[in-house]
């Protein structure tokens, strides 16, 4: 059974550019959640999907947007990038809330 | 306002010895959730505690909830180098305006 991938693994882009990430789930998952993780704020959630539609939200400023397709697959879109932005970006799905998360390797955002 | 204290921040033991990690949390919460990173790699979903009193084991690895007392506990039986990592837990709730929030992580070293 695949995991969970994660697509770039590593991205640099300069600010005030926009990014999108892709996270696939396994097969059967139809929740998606992502995390933002850096050596100062370190981890936080910053929001899930199921069956397409955004169920939570973290508190991220409005930069930061996601969605998901019918066969789960999410992106997530940061518009405006600011130095700040660079971290570890991590995705994770699960059978729903309350089940364990399987994570992907992450992607890795530098932003110069 | 949701906070998660993780302690010890460090924790560096004997190869054999056991030892517990705590998480205490300041609001009612729905879930708790037990992770492990491994450095430079993704995170690992290890249990999800769903109720007061819950208790799941993995390995030398137990973890328990006290929902009345707002702790949760990692212990660690007979530790062996390969439990070496940075151990979160994590706490969500739908009280309000919903909320994930990461405590700071404890960085373990099993020392062989």
């Known amino acids: 059974k695949a995991g969970v991938t994660q697509t770039p693994r590593y991205l640099i882009k300069t600010r005030g550019q926009q990014v999108t990430l892709s996270c696939s789930p396994i097969?059967?998952?139809?929740?998606v959640s992502w995390y933002q993780q850096t050596p100062g704020q370190g981890l936080q959630f910053l929001f899930e999907y199921f069956s397409e539609t955004q169920r939570n939200k973290g508190n991220f400023p409005g930069r930061f947007s996601g969605r998901q397709f019918s066969n789960s697959r999410s992106e997530m879109n940061v518009s405006t990038l600011e130095l700040g932005d660079s971290a570890l970006y991590l995705c994770?799905?699960?059978?729903?809330?309350?089940?364990?998360?399987?994570f992907g390797a992450g992607t890795r955002l530098s932003v110069l | 306002e949701l906070k998660v204290e993780q302690n010890p921040l460090f924790l560096s033991m004997q190869e054999g010895k056991n030892y517990t990690i705590y998480c205490n949390y300041s609001?009612?919460?729905?879930?708790l959730y037990w992770y492990r990173q491994d450095p430079g790699k993704s995170l690992e979903s290890l249990f999800v505690l769903l109720s007061n009193g819950a208790v799941k084991q993995e390995g030398r690895l137990m973890a328990s909830l006290d929902t009345k007392a707002r702790l949760s506990t990692l212990h660690i039986t007979a530790a062996v180098h390969d439990l070496s990592a940075t151990y979160f837990c994590a706490v969500d709730t739908t009280s309000g305006t919903y909320k994930y929030i990461f405590g700071t992580g404890t960085r373990l070293k099993v020392l062989a």
């Open positions: 994770a799905s699960s059978l729903g809330q309350g089940h364990i998360q399987y």
């Open positions: 097969s059967g998952h139809r929740s």
């Open positions: 609001t009612t919460s729905d879930r």
